[in-house]
C-alpha cells in the first residue's frame, strides 16, 4: 500500500512563501498524475495543482500566478511552491496521485498539511 506524507505546512504572513513537499512511501508509476488539493472549513476539497507525468501542469484559476507544481520521478517525491500567500489560501492541503485517463490504479490520499496565512 502506498502512503502519501506531506510536509512543509504552517504558518506564514500574508505575502510570503512555503514550500509543500509530498513523498511516496515506495514507487508510484511515473504515469501517474500527482496534485495538491484543499480543503478550508466549510467549503468543499478543491484542485490547487496537477502535474501530469511528462510535466503538463494545471492550476485552479485563484492560484495561478503564484504557485508552482513540479516532480522529482526518481524521488517519487511531488512539491507546491506558494508564493505571494493570502489570507483565504488557508486550508488543509492534500497531496493526491491518480492515474492517467483510461489506465486502471488506485487513487492515493495524504494525511493533509494545515497551511495557515494570517498576521
Known amino acids: 500500500q502506498v502512503q502519501l506524507v506531506e510536509s512543509g505546512g504552517g504558518l506564514v504572513q500574508p505575502g510570503g512563501s512555503l514550500r509543500l513537499s509530498c513523498a511516496a512511501s515506495?514507487?508510484?508509476?511515473?504515469?501517474?498524475?500527482m496534485g495538491w488539493y484543499r480543503q478550508a472549513p466549510g467549503k468543499q476539497r478543491e484542485l490547487v495543482a496537477s502535474?501530469?507525468?511528462?510535466?503538463?501542469?494545471n492550476y485552479g484559476d485563484s492560484v495561478k500566478g503564484r504557485f508552482t507544481i513540479s516532480r522529482d520521478n526518481a524521488k517519487n517525491t511531488v512539491y507546491l511552491q506558494m508564493n505571494s500567500l493570502k489570507p483565504e489560501d488557508t486550508a488543509v492541503y492534500y497531496c493526491?496521485?491518480?492515474?492517467?485517463?483510461?489506465?486502471?490504479?488506485?487513487?492515493?490520499w495524504g494525511q493533509g498539511t494545515q497551511v495557515t496565512v494570517s498576521s
Open positions: 493526491n496521485a491518480r492515474p492517467p485517463p483510461l489506465v486502471v490504479g488506485n487513487n492515493y
Open positions: 502535474i501530469t507525468s511528462i510535466g503538463n501542469t
Open positions: 515506495k514507487s508510484i508509476s511515473s504515469r501517474y498524475v
